[in-house]
């Protein structure tokens, strides 16, 4: 019986699916059970279709900063989409070095696989081959001809999970960035690959924030000239092929240190900074049933979907799921809530009666009004006074009776 108050009182079409406060104070007013609070709590908890429909955990994991390496040697990458130039291009491929924040910006007129392999190529002759590229899960990026230009120089693939480009916030913010200056340079739509050139540059002459130097002299080792108006002092040294190259090594180390304490310092403020709204999200045993949240792909459509178990964690933020027919994700941990099983499943419930339910009721009813229900009764109680008073009663008794001469 109690179940059936629960799903009326909130799995019933007329009762909403809403919380715990709402759903005791409508089973409250008509019925009550010990620990009634508890069990509308448990019953709410374990719906599935309010897990479905509700928003992502407000508290995220805690920062996982990446490691600190050396120049060129892990490289984010990503595709900017903007306004078509009277060349033709209207897609930009971004790359950025995550130690020197180098940034490269390539102008393309479509972003098929071949056209970005061919791209990459030109950067890894110019500048080196870096040992790790990340980007996101674009069609792209996952081909099969990206693959093979990867494994033929030796780089390793990187990935961020679905529906989470944190994960690969560097080249994100240089997306951000680009979009400001072409608003800054007040630059036309179709002139903007005109303007390109001169913006990379101002940005790789500017000092870091994260670095405390600019992206030009770490991966360089020099200033570069960026102010012709200043005078400057010509170099009185006659440098040799190897004096300077022992001094350009001595520096290129001074500054290789001096960035790599910057980058410490800078991913421990900003993990300070995003853990202080973070919470750790409990570690699930494999085999545990969860919910995978999507963006919403429609206004009416549930943000979880169900049918996945949690097969591995590959990080303390990314996790392999497996769903029913096979099919294996891997997703941030942000992602992922662990479903809260209902241990009993319920039937509507059918309240309608027949004109054979009332019939039967009616004969009931006439079949008992001539039988008297035998009751069961606690004698009379006998009020008897207490025995000092029996003199004094007894007494006044016969002198109310003499009065009224019957004495």
Same mark, same amino acid.
């Given at each position: 019986?109690?179940?059936?108050?629960?799903?009326?009182?909130?799995?019933?079409?007329?009762?909403?699916?809403?919380?715990?406060?709402?759903?005791?104070?409508?089973?409250?007013?008509?019925?009550?059970?010990?620990?009634?609070?508890?069990?509308?709590?448990?019953?709410?908890?374990?719906?599935?279709?309010?897990?479905?429909?509700?928003?992502?955990?407000?508290?995220?994991?805690?920062?996982?900063?990446?490691?600190?390496?050396?120049?060129?040697?892990?490289?984010?990458?990503?595709?900017?989409?903007?306004?078509?130039?009277?060349?033709?291009?209207?897609?930009?491929?971004?790359?950025?070095? $995550?130690?020197?924040? +180098?940034?490269?910006? !390539?102008?393309? *007129?479509? /972003?098929?696989?071949? %056209?970005? =392999?061919?791209?990459?190529?030109?950067?890894?002759?110019?500048?080196?081959?870096?040992?790790?590229?990340?980007?996101?899960?674009?069609?792209?990026?996952?081909?099969?001809?990206?693959?093979?230009?990867?494994?033929?120089?030796?780089?390793?693939?990187?990935?961020?999970?679905?529906?989470?480009?944190?994960?690969?916030?560097?080249?994100?913010?240089?997306?951000?960035?680009?979009?400001?200056?072409?608003?800054?340079?007040?630059?036309?739509?179709?002139?903007?690959?005109?303007?390109?050139?001169?913006?990379?540059?101002?940005?790789?002459?500017?000092?870091?924030?994260?670095?405390?130097?600019?992206?030009?002299?770490?991966?360089?080792?020099?200033?570069?000239?960026?102010?012709?108006?200043?005078?400057?002092?010509?170099?009185?040294?006659?440098? $040799?092929?190897?004096? +300077?190259?022992?001094? !350009?090594?001595? *520096?290129? /180390?001074?500054?290789? %240190?001096? =960035?790599?304490?910057?980058?410490?310092?800078?991913?421990?403020?900003?993990?300070?900074?995003?853990?202080?709204?973070?919470?750790?999200?409990?570690?699930?045993?494999?085999?545990?049933?969860?919910?995978?949240?999507?963006?919403?792909?429609?206004?009416?459509?549930?943000?979880?979907?169900?049918?996945?178990?949690?097969?591995?964690?590959?990080?303390?933020?990314?996790?392999?799921?497996?769903?029913?027919?096979?099919?294996?994700?891997?997703?941030?941990?942000?992602?992922?809530?662990?479903?809260?099983?209902?241990?009993?499943?319920?039937?509507?419930?059918?309240?309608?009666?027949?004109?054979?339910?009332?019939?039967?009721?009616?004969?009931?009813?006439?079949?008992?009004?001539?039988?008297?229900?035998?009751?069961?009764?606690?004698?009379?109680?006998?009020?008897?006074?207490?025995?000092?008073?029996?003199?004094?009663?007894?007494?006044?008794?016969?002198?109310?009776?003499?009065?009224?001469?019957?004495?």
């Amino acid at each position: 019986l109690r179940q059936r108050f629960l799903y009326a009182a909130h799995d019933a079409p007329v009762a909403g699916h809403f919380g715990v406060s709402k759903t005791l104070a409508r089973l409250g007013s008509v019925a009550y059970w010990p620990n009634m609070a508890k069990d509308i709590a448990e019953y709410c908890r374990t719906c599935d279709k309010c897990q479905q429909s509700k928003p992502p955990a407000p508290t995220p994991a805690p920062l996982q900063p990446f490691p600190i390496g050396r120049p060129w040697e892990r490289v984010s990458i990503d595709i900017l989409e903007i306004p078509m130039s009277r060349h033709g291009n209207k897609y930009l491929l971004v790359l950025q070095d $995550s130690f020197t924040k +180098w940034l490269e910006a !390539l102008p393309m *007129k479509d /972003q098929t696989a071949t %056209t970005v =392999a061919r791209k990459l190529t030109a950067v890894f002759c110019r500048f080196g081959i870096p040992e790790t590229l990340h980007s996101d899960q674009g069609a792209t990026f996952e081909s099969e001809t990206l693959r093979l230009l990867l494994n033929n120089f030796g780089i390793k693939k990187t990935r961020t999970t679905p529906y989470h480009p944190q994960s690969d916030g560097l080249v994100e913010r240089a997306n951000r960035t680009l979009l400001q200056l072409f608003r800054t340079y007040m630059v036309k739509d179709a002139d903007w690959e005109d303007h390109l050139p001169l913006m990379l540059y101002a940005y790789r002459t500017a000092k870091h924030a994260s670095t405390g130097a600019s992206p030009f002299t770490l991966m360089f080792g020099r200033e570069a000239k960026t102010i012709p108006a200043l005078p400057t002092v010509p170099d009185q040294w006659n440098y $040799s092929s190897e004096h +300077w190259n022992n001094s !350009l090594a001595r *520096k290129m /180390q001074q500054l290789y %240190t001096f =960035a790599k304490e910057h980058l410490t310092l800078e991913a421990q403020r900003q993990k300070e900074q995003y853990d202080r709204a973070a919470r750790a999200p409990p570690t699930l045993l494999g085999g545990t049933p969860v919910w995978i949240w999507y963006p919403r792909r429609g206004k009416f459509k549930p943000q979880w979907q169900g049918g996945w178990t949690i097969s591995k964690y590959l990080s303390p933020t990314t996790v392999q799921v497996r769903r029913d027919d096979g099919q294996n994700k891997v997703i941030h941990v942000n992602r992922v809530r662990e479903r809260q099983t209902r241990h009993i499943q319920l039937e509507p419930i059918d309240i309608s009666h027949t004109e054979e339910d009332i019939t039967q009721i009616n004969h009931s009813e006439n079949k008992n009004q001539g039988e008297t229900p035998s009751l069961k009764r606690n004698p009379p109680r006998t009020r008897r006074p207490p025995k000092k008073y029996e003199d004094f009663i007894c007494a006044r008794t016969r002198v109310f009776y003499a009065k009224r001469g019957r004495v």
